[in-house]
C-alpha cells in the first residue's frame, strides 16, 4: 500500500469541472487508435500533424479497446453465444495486449488575451500519456479510471487551429485472475477500479478490463476566471404535502473560482433562480482556486422535488456565472436544481433506517442497477430509457452497486426527470475486499481487507466523484461499499471528514447491510436471497427490515434469448425434481433456476414454450414479492431492493428487461406489485390487502373482487366501499374459503379491482391459481380466443391498442404486445407499454399505449400473443 499524502494526490491530480459550460466542445468522433507495442515513434511525433495515421484503425471513443476491436470486427461481439471465450484476456496476455494510442485531430485557435482554453477528461482508465502538438502535457502519466482530470491547454494550440491530442492509455496494473470467482480472484480490487470485469456471478470477465478514453473528452474556453465544481444545497424544513402553498426554502451556494492568470482578477460570482439573483464581489489572487459561498437565498412557495409515486420532479433550471469588469462574462456554468430535504432516522419498530422526503416518510421499493453496459458503450438515451423503465417499475429508488462505479451524471440527470432516488455505493466488495473466506482468492482476507493499494488515490477519487454529482436531487445516500466497508483509514477519512466538507446532506452508511441500516437478527449476511422462492414466502417469513438485496429468476422471452443464444443452443433446461440441467450456452450466460416453477404449467415442449411459461413464473415472483414487503411496510420493514433489475450483459438472471431493452413479465408484475395505491390477494390466509403509499387517506373506494372459471363464467365475491390509511397497508376480508373451494378442480382466475366514486379503476390486479393439488390443468385446457386487436398511432412515438374479448368467450389469457418494424419484423426498442402480460375478461375492452422512441419514422405493425390467443401481427393505421 502506497503511503502517499492524501493532499499531495488531492490538489495535484484532481482538477476538477462538473457541468457542461458555456462554451465546450465534446470530441466524441474521428479518433484513430494503434496498438503501442507495434509502433516505434514516442508520443512526440505521433502528436505531430505530420505523423500518419493511414494505418490506424477507427477508434470509439468515448469507450474501450475492446469495444474498437468489436466496432472493427477485430474481436466477435462478446455478448453472443460463448464469443467472450475467443477474446484474448488480459490476464494470460499481459497488460501490453491492450496498450493503445489514441489519436484526435481537433480544430480551435489559440485563444485571445486573457481567454484560456482546457482539455477536460472525465474518465480513463487506468493510466494515461497526453501529447499535444509534439508536447507532453505533464511530466508523469495521469493515474487512476475515476479522477477526472483537466489541463489547461492554451500554449499548446496552434495558431491556425489545427491540432492534434495523442493519449496513450495503459490498462490497470493488476488484472486480476478471472478464475470464476466473485471479482476473479480478488486482485482486481486492488486497482481503484470496476472489480466485476474480473467476472461475477451474474457476468463472464471483460477481457480488457475496460481499458480506454471511456468517459467524455472536451475542449472548453472560458475567460481568466473559470468556475469549477458548483454546489447547491436545498434545505425544506418540515413537513411538506402536495399540491399544498409550501414554505419557504432556503438554498445555499458556492463554487471554486480558478484564477489562471498571472495577476489578480477583481469580478463577482453571481448566481440565479427562478427571477432571483445572488452575488458576492471578490478578488482572486493570481494562479488561484478559491471556494467562495454565497449568501444564502430563500425561494418562497417554491415547487419542491418529489421520489415517483409521491408528486412532481419539479427541477429549476439556475446559473452561476462569474463577471469581470461589470460586464464580461468569465465563465457560466448551468445547474439543474430539485428543491428538496432528505432525511433518515431510525425505525425502532422494525429496526432498520427509515427514508424521508420533504419531511414525508417513504416505503422504498427499489431495485440493484450494476452499470448501463458492462462494455461502457453509454448514451443519453439509453441511461433514459433503462430510468425510465424503473419509473415505469413503480419503483422510488435505485441503487448503484459497488463493484462498478459512481454512475455518469446523465443516469443521474435521468434519475432526477423521473424521481428514482438513488443509493450510491463506493468501490468495495465483501467479496474482492476480503469479508469472507474464499478459495477461489489469491490472497488472505486480512491482505484483501487493505485493498486497495493506493489509498489516497481512492480517497482523492472518491473526493472528486462526490463533487460530481452532489448536485442532483436523486442522489439520496451514499454508501461505502457493497457488503463491506472500506480499510478504517479510508472510512474515517471519507465519513468524518470528506463527507460533511464535500456533501453533509445526505445519509452516509458504512457498507450496504450494515446494521445501522437493516438490523439482522435473522443471522447470515444479513442480504438476499437471490434464487426463486414459493411466493407464499414474500407474505409470511419476516426477512431483513431493509433489505439491501433480495432478488429470483428474470429469464426474458423468446424472442430476447434469440438475440444471443445461438438457435443450436436454444434448448429449454431440464428439471429431474432436484436439479436443473442446461445447455452449455444458458450456463455461460449465468442462469439460475427455476426448479419445479414451471413443472405445473406443463413440461416445456421447447425453448419457445419454456420461456412463456417462464414469464407466468417471473410475473408470480415479483408481484408477491413487492406485495409480501408492501403489506408489512412500516411494521416489519422500511424498504427493499430488489437483486436485480437491469441487465448490463446477456445474463439469465436478475432483469427487468434485457440488455437490448426489451421487457419481460417481471418488470409489468412490478408495475403492478408496486403501483402507489395497490389491492392484493395475501395466498397464505386469503386476506385482501389494500396498500397506499400516498400522503393522504383514501376514502370511498369500491372493492370489487370478481373469479373466473376457465369457461369465462365471473362469480362476484364481494363489493364493499373501504377506505386505506395514509402511508398504511389493510387487510379488508378474507375469501380463502370461497377462492379454495372455486379453484379446487380446476384452478381459477381471481380479478381484484379499486375504483372511486367515479367509477374509475385505480387498481386492476389479475391473479391465476392452480387446483388444490398445485397444477395448472385449467390453464392446460382452457380454450382458444380469438382476441380483437386493433393499433392506431396517436401521436409521433405513441401508438394505441385495444384489445376487445367477446361477452362468452374464456379470459383471454395473460397477452404479450409488442411492436415490430414492417419491413424488418424486429421490435421496436426501447418500447413502454402502460401495461402487457395483460388478461382480457370476457365482454371487456382495455386500451394499452405503448411510446417509442420520437425519432422512429418506419412504418410498424403490433406483434399480439397469448396463452391462448393465437400470435396475431396487426398494421399500426
Not at 427514508?355 to 416518510?361: M, P, T
Not at 436478475?654 to 437490448?660: A, R
Request: glycine share 8%.
Amino acid at each position: 500500500m502506497k503511503n502517499k499524502s492524501f493532499r499531495l494526490i488531492f490538489l495535484s491530480l484532481f482538477i476538477p469541472f462538473l457541468l457542461k459550460a458555456q462554451s465546450e466542445t465534446e470530441l466524441n468522433s474521428g479518433w484513430r487508435c494503434n496498438k503501442a507495442d507495434e509502433l516505434k515513434a514516442t508520443g512526440s511525433q505521433i502528436s505531430a500533424s505530420t505523423y500518419s495515421l493511414n494505418n490506424w484503425m477507427p477508434a470509439t471513443v468515448p469507450g474501450t479497446v475492446l469495444t474498437t476491436l468489436v466496432n472493427n470486427h477485430k474481436m466477435p461481439d462478446p455478448f453472443y453465444g460463448m464469443n467472450n471465450k475467443q477474446i484474448p484476456d488480459i490476464y494470460n496476455k499481459g497488460n501490453a495486449y491492450y496498450t493503445y494510442w489514441f489519436v484526435k485531430d481537433f480544430a480551435h485557435k489559440k485563444p485571445a488575451a486573457g481567454r484560456t482554453v482546457f482539455l477536460n477528461l472525465r474518465g480513463v482508465n487506468y493510466n494515461c500519456e497526453i501529447y499535444i502538438n509534439g508536447q507532453k502535457l505533464k511530466a508523469g502519466a495521469c493515474e487512476g479510471m475515476f479522477l477526472r482530470q483537466s489541463h489547461n491547454i492554451t500554449q499548446y494550440l496552434k495558431a491556425d487551429g489545427n491540432n492534434r491530442l495523442a493519449i496513450l492509455v495503459h490498462p490497470a496494473p493488476v488484472a486480476g485472475n478471472p478464475n470464476g470467482g466473485q471479482g476473479g480472484d480478488g486482485t482486481i480490487a486492488r486497482n481503484v477500479g470496476m472489480q466485476y470485469t474480473a467476472g461475477w456471478d451474474w457476468i463472464q470477465p471483460i477481457a480488457d478490463r475496460n481499458t480506454g478514453i471511456w468517459d467524455k473528452v472536451t475542449i472548453q474556453e472560458t475567460g481568466a476566471v473559470r468556475i469549477n465544481e458548483p454546489h447547491v444545497v436545498t434545505l425544506v424544513p418540515g413537513v411538506r404535502l402536495p399540491d399544498a402553498k409550501q414554505e419557504p426554502a432556503i438554498l445555499k451556494t458556492s463554487a471554486e473560482l480558478q484564477n489562471t492568470s498571472a495577476k489578480p482578477v477583481q469580478g463577482s460570482l453571481i448566481y440565479s433562480i427562478n427571477g432571483q439573483m445572488i452575488s458576492k464581489a471578490v478578488t482572486l489572487p493570481a494562479n488561484s482556486t478559491t471556494e467562495i459561498a454565497l449568501p444564502a437565498l430563500t425561494v418562497n412557495n417554491p415547487k419542491l422535488w418529489r421520489p415517483n409515486g409521491y408528486g412532481e420532479q419539479y427541477l429549476y433550471s439556475s446559473d452561476f456565472q462569474f463577471i469581470v469588469g461589470g460586464k464580461a462574462v468569465s465563465d457560466k456554468r448551468n445547474v439543474q436544481v430539485g428543491i428538496r430535504q432528505i432525511d433518515t432516522k431510525s425505525n425502532e419498530l422494525t429496526h432498520s433506517r427509515q427514508v424521508a422526503v420533504n419531511g414525508q416518510k417513504i416505503f422504498i421499493k427499489g431495485g440493484n442497477w450494476i452499470i448501463s453496459d458492462a462494455m461502457l458503450r453509454f448514451s443519453d438515451a439509453r441511461y433514459d430509457a433503462e430510468v425510465r423503465y424503473h419509473r415505469d417499475m413503480n419503483l422510488n429508488l435505485i441503487r448503484i452497486w459497488g463493484g462498478a462505479m459512481i454512475e455518469r451524471p446523465e443516469f443521474y440527470a435521468a434519475c432526477d426527470k423521473y424521481g428514482m432516488l438513488v443509493f450510491q455505493d463506493f468501490w468495495m466488495s465483501g467479496d474482492a475486499n476480503g469479508r469472507w473466506t474464499d478459495p477461489a482468492k489469491k490472497d488472505d482476507q486480512w491482505t484483501r481487507r487493505k485493498y486497495p493499494d493506493d489509498h489516497s488515490l481512492w480517497l482523492a477519487s472518491a473526493a472528486d466523484q462526490i463533487k460530481m454529482v452532489r448536485n442532483h436531487p436523486s442522489l439520496a445516500m451514499w454508501c461505502g461499499g457493497n457488503e463491506i466497508a472500506p480499510p478504517d483509514d479510508i472510512l474515517t477519512q471519507l465519513r468524518d471528514v470528506m463527507m460533511p466538507k464535500l456533501d453533509g446532506t445526505r445519509w452516509f452508511i458504512d457498507y450496504s447491510n450494515s446494521s445501522e441500516m437493516s438490523y439482522n437478527t435473522e443471522g447470515g449476511n444479513g442480504d438476499g436471497p437471490y434464487g426463486i422462492q414459493n411466493i407464499n414466502t414474500f407474505w409470511q417469513h419476516k426477512t431483513f427490515p431493509f433489505n439491501s438485496e433480495v432478488g429470483s429468476v428474470g429469464v426474458g422471452d423468446y424472442e430476447s434469448l434469440q438475440r444471443f443464444i445461438p438457435a443450436d443452443n436454444l434448448k429449454a433446461p431440464k428439471f429431474d425434481g432436484k436439479k436443473e440441467t442446461v445447455d452449455s450456452v444458458w450456463d455461460y450466460h449465468k442462469y439460475i433456476g427455476y426448479d419445479g416453477y414451471i413443472k405445473p404449467y406443463g413440461e416445456p415442449e421447447n425453448a419457445g414454450d419454456f420461456a412463456m411459461k417462464s414469464q407466468l413464473v417471473n410475473y408470480d415472483q415479483y408481484r408477491a414479492l413487492m406485495e409480501g414487503f408492501s403489506a408489512h411496510m412500516w411494521e416489519w420493514y422500511t424498504g427493499s431492493i430488489i437483486w436485480k433489475t437491469q441487465n448490463p450483459w446477456t445474463a439469465l438472471r436478475g432483469q427487468m428487461y434485457d440488455y437490448y431493452l426489451d421487457a419481460n413479465a417481471c418488470l409489468y408484475s412490478l408495475r403492478s406489485g408496486s403501483e402507489p395505491l395497490h389491492v392484493s390477494y395475501n395466498p397464505v390466509d386469503g386476506n385482501i390487502v389494500c396498500i397506499n403509499n400516498g400522503f393522504k387517506i383514501k376514502n370511498n373506494l369500491m372493492l370489487e373482487v370478481k373469479a373466473y372459471d376457465m369457461g369465462g363464467k365471473d362469480s362476484v365475491l364481494t363489493r364493499v366501499f373501504v377506505s386505506i390509511g395514509a402511508s398504511s397497508s389493510q387487510k379488508i376480508l378474507s375469501l380463502k374459503p370461497v377462492v379454495d373451494a372455486l379453484r379446487k378442480k380446476d384452478g381459477i382466475f381471481l380479478s381484484l379491482r379499486l375504483l372511486n366514486e367515479k367509477q374509475e379503476v385505480q387498481s386492476n390486479n389479475f391473479y391465476w391459481f392452480p387446483n388444490t393439488d398445485g397444477e395448472y390443468s385449467g390453464l392446460k385446457e382452457i380454450k382458444k380466443v380469438a382476441l380483437n386487436a386493433t393499433a392506431k398511432q396517436i401521436s409521433q412515438g405513441k401508438v394505441e391498442v385495444t384489445l376487445s374479448n367477446a361477452a362468452n368467450a374464456p379470459v383471454a389469457f395473460f397477452n404479450r404486445l409488442a411492436l415490430v418494424n414492417t419491413a424488418t419484423k424486429q421490435r421496436v426498442l426501447p418500447a413502454f407499454a402502460s401495461d402487457n402480460y395483460l388478461s382480457v375478461m370476457p365482454g371487456e375492452s382495455r386500451k394499452i399505449t405503448i411510446d417509442y422512441p420520437q425519432a422512429i419514422k418506419d412504418k410498424l405493425q403490433l406483434q399480439l400473443y397469448g396463452w391462448n390467443v393465437a400470435e396475431q401481427v396487426i398494421v399500426v393505421k
